[in-house]
């Protein structure tokens, strides 16, 4: 009966940064691989990264490869999504997955 919290997302024009954060309650974030998805509106969800349990291990998608990066603080059971060099076609609700639970999702809008 946990839930994860998404948070972070905004307005930022093309190039720019934001980081997302994504938080468990009521359950622990650390034995679980841990995904960053998101979907666009008229578009199917598409996995954007992966970390592994432990930290170590990340995959991530073609289009976001070189600009976002994937970590995690099992101490504040937390999972970020540090994204940079934005683009307009980055635009969509992201929300973070472990095996059970969802978040809410945060909206990235990226636009000039």
């Known amino acids: 009966q946990g839930k994860i919290v998404d948070s972070g997302g905004g307005l930022v024009q093309p190039g720019g940064s934001l980081k997302l954060s994504c938080t468990a309650f009521?359950?622990?974030?650390?034995?679980?691989?841990i995904g960053w998805y998101r979907q666009a509106p008229g578009k199917e969800r598409e996995l954007v990264a992966i970390?592994?349990?432990?930290?170590?291990?990340?995959i991530y998608a073609s289009s976001v490869k070189g600009r976002f990066t994937i970590s995690r603080d099992d101490a504040k059971n937390t999972v970020y999504l540090q994204m940079d060099s934005l683009k307009p076609e980055d635009t969509a609700l992201y929300f973070c997955?472990?095996?059970?639970?969802w978040g809410q999702g945060t909206q990235v809008t990226v636009s000039s």
């Open positions: 009521g359950f622990d974030f650390s034995p679980y691989n």
């Open positions: 970390i592994a349990r432990g930290g170590e291990r990340t």
């Open positions: 997955n472990q095996e059970e639970h």
